[in-house]
């Protein structure tokens, strides 16, 4: 089975930064999708970002692009999400997600496309 789990979220103050990580197992397709999505009280869930399974292409919605980074890290395993220059609107819990299919455009903005989810870590910026 596919797990992925989800941490190093905190508090933070606006302006700082934060770094966030996705531990995977299980996921042996050459071909996915690794997601990371939010939620703030009160709000549906909306895509952050998303990466290939091999690191080459990243897609960012237009509210973090130049603040936030996805990258897979030095193991296979782990996909990082670094937070800079955190807004208090960016306060929410963070997911990340997998899906066992490769970037489609079109569908990686949609919460449906991941099969497999890990427990959210919470962000929490301050002013």
């Known amino acids: 089975d596919v797990q992925l789990q989800a941490s190093g979220g905190g508090l933070v103050q606006a302006g700082g930064s934060l770094r966030l990580s996705c531990a995977i197992s299980g996921l042996t397709k050459p071909d996915h999708t690794i997601g990371w999505f939010r939620q703030a009280p009160g709000k549906e869930r909306e895509m952050v970002g998303c990466?290939?399974?091999?690191?080459?292409?990243?897609s960012y919605r237009d509210s973090v692009k130049g603040r936030f980074t996805i990258s897979r890290g030095n193991a296979e395993n782990t996909v990082t999400l670094q937070l800079n220059s955190l807004k208090s609107e960016d306060t929410a819990v963070y997911y990340c997600?997998?899906?066992?299919?490769?970037?489609?455009?079109?569908?990686?903005?949609?919460?449906?496309?991941?099969?497999?989810w890990g427990q959210g870590t919470q962000v929490t910026v301050s002013s």
């Open positions: 990466i290939s399974s091999d690191g080459d292409y990243t």
């Open positions: 997600a997998a899906s066992q299919s490769r970037m489609i455009q079109s569908s990686v903005g949609v919460a449906t496309f991941y099969e497999f």
